[in-house]
């Protein structure tokens, strides 16, 4: 299998995110992170992008290369969901928090107690743009209540790691809240970049997918709302899952339940680089928190909980600390097990991978790199005919072209 070689590549062959790790690094000269038509954050690339940059830039981006923590000895690694020291059910222990954020406020949580406690000045993560609330944007929090007001998940594109070169000049210690492919992309820069020493935590959620901006823009044509009508586009939250909220600056108010947002898989517009992720579960995290629905999705409304994964022992001592200073309530103890049924979408998924990946190969497409991701030991136990299905039908989507993406490079 071959790896990208060039950020052309990356973008190319539907494996960019749009994780903004690139303009971060570039500078905004070089590479400007935009919103392409079909609806995704994309870098555009100026032709005069050193080789040395750009070579900098494929050594920690997530389309080049996606890479977990090691293991550990004594510590449990997961097939499906890596290195944990703890799996435990948690929520945030403000009931405000816990009602707002997207699942049981963990993150939130877990965000507020580091600045309260000082033991970060800021927090870099992702909000509603506040002139185009459908939209999302890096931010980066320095109080208990700025955290507060950037909770929930966004569905859409986000790009926080166009943010980071700013948190990095601070010169102050950090946490960052983003997803896993964020993450895999800081654990490859800790070692190129010293200021990454200043990064106190790492925390994630576990991540089905991130949707091209036409998912939320079909909604809006479905009500008749036009995108600069709105002053909130709220996608889930107040409530587990809540419901989503589109409110237009005259008044007007709209609610989509969680089934009618995502009942159809069809209708999700996942951006392609998502259909073949290598690690949606965080393995490069401190913490990562999910959903735990059994079966997968919510029946009904609840208070809010996260399956929360411990993953290092700077994440232990963290959880430890907020649930101690009546920041989190930590419940009962959970198991890799549990969280597979609770999450069959993502043991399907890495199961599956490195046929999908085989199939891309075939079709003459690269693939990421992946480092501590264990997709050989998945694969061997998956029924062949299921496998030889996906590598097949990958195959034949790479070769009719549908990942190929166009790739923008700045004319002046
Ligand atoms: C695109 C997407 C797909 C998801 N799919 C799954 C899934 O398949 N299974 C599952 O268990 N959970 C999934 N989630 C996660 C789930 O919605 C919750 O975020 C998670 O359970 C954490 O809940 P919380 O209450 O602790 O989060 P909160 O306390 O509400 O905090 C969420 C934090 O994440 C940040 N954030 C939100 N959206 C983004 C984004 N797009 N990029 C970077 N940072 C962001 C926010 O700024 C905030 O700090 C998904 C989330 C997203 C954004
Ligand atoms: S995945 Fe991130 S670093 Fe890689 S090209 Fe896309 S935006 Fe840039
Ligand atoms: S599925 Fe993977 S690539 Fe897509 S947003 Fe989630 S973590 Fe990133």
């Given at each position: 299998m071959t790896h990208p070689d060039s950020l052309r590549a990356v973008v190319s062959n539907g494996l960019c995110i749009g994780c903004g790790l690139c303009e971060s690094i570039a500078g905004t000269r070089s590479v400007r992170i935009s919103m392409t038509a079909e609806g995704r954050e994309r870098p555009i690339v100026s032709p005069d992008l050193s080789a040395e940059t750009e070579a900098h830039i494929l050594d920690v981006c997530p389309g080049a290369v996606v890479e977990a923590r090691p293991p550990e000895e004594g510590v449990p690694v997961d097939l499906v969901w890596g290195v944990y020291r703890r799996i435990v059910r948690a929520w945030a222990a403000d009931p405000d928090t816990r009602f707002r954020a997207a699942t049981g406020g963990v993150l939130t949580a877990l965000g507020q107690f580091l600045l309260h406690s000082g033991r970060v000045r800021a927090v870099l993560h992702v909000g509603a743009d506040p002139d185009a609330p459908m939209r999302?944007?890096?931010?980066?929090?320095?109080?208990?209540?700025?955290?507060?007001?950037?909770a929930q998940s966004r569905y859409g594109p986000a790009a926080p790691l166009a943010g980071l070169e700013t948190l990095l000049a601070m010169d102050a210690p950090f946490a960052v809240i983003c997803k896993p492919c964020d993450a895999g992309a800081l654990w490859r820069l800790r070692r190129s970049d010293p200021r990454m020493t200043r990064c106190v935590a790492v925390l994630v959620m576990v991540c089905g997918g991130a949707s091209e901006l036409g998912k939320s823009q079909s909604v809006l044509a479905a009500l008749g709302i036009e995108e600069d009508e709105l002053s909130l586009f709220r996608y889930r939250g107040y409530g587990n899952p809540g419901k989503t909220r589109i409110e237009t600056r005259d008044g007007r108010a709209f609610e989509l339940s969680y089934q009618d947002m995502w009942g159809d898989e069809k209708a999700w517009r996942l951006q392609s680089r998502c259909k073949v992720c290598p690690?949606?579960?965080?393995?490069?995290?401190?913490?990562?928190?999910?959903?735990?629905?059994?079966?997968?999705?919510?029946?009904?409304?609840?208070?809010?909980?996260?399956?929360?994964?411990?993953?290092?022992?700077?994440?232990?001592?963290?959880?430890?600390?907020?649930?101690?200073?009546?920041?989190?309530?930590?419940?009962?103890?959970?198991?890799?097990?549990?969280?597979?049924?609770?999450?069959?979408?993502?043991?399907?998924?890495?199961?599956?991978?490195?046929?999908?990946?085989?199939?891309?190969?075939?079709?003459?497409?690269?693939?990421?790199?992946?480092?501590?991701?264990?997709?050989?030991?998945?694969?061997?136990?998956?029924?062949?005919?299921?496998?030889?299905?996906?590598?097949?039908?990958?195959?034949?989507?790479?070769?009719?072209?549908?990942?190929?993406?166009?790739?923008?490079?700045?004319?002046?």
């Open positions: 999302s944007r890096w931010v980066i929090s320095r109080t208990v209540d700025e955290v507060m007001r950037n690690d949606a579960v965080g393995e490069a995290a401190d913490i990562a928190a999910a959903d735990i629905w059994p079966g997968g999705g919510p029946v009904g409304e609840d208070a809010g909980f996260n399956g929360v994964l411990v993953r290092s022992s700077r994440g232990v001592s963290l959880f430890d600390a907020a649930v101690e200073a009546g920041f989190l309530i930590a419940d009962d103890e959970m198991s890799a097990h549990d969280l597979d049924t609770c999450q069959p979408h993502q043991v399907r998924k890495k199961r599956g991978l490195r046929a999908r990946f085989q199939g891309m190969s075939e079709a003459g497409a690269p693939v990421p790199k992946t480092v501590n991701l264990r997709l050989s030991a998945l694969q061997s136990s998956n029924d062949p005919e299921a496998d030889e299905r996906a590598r097949e039908g990958t195959r034949v989507r790479v070769a009719q072209g549908r990942f190929r993406e166009s790739f923008h490079v700045t004319k002046d």
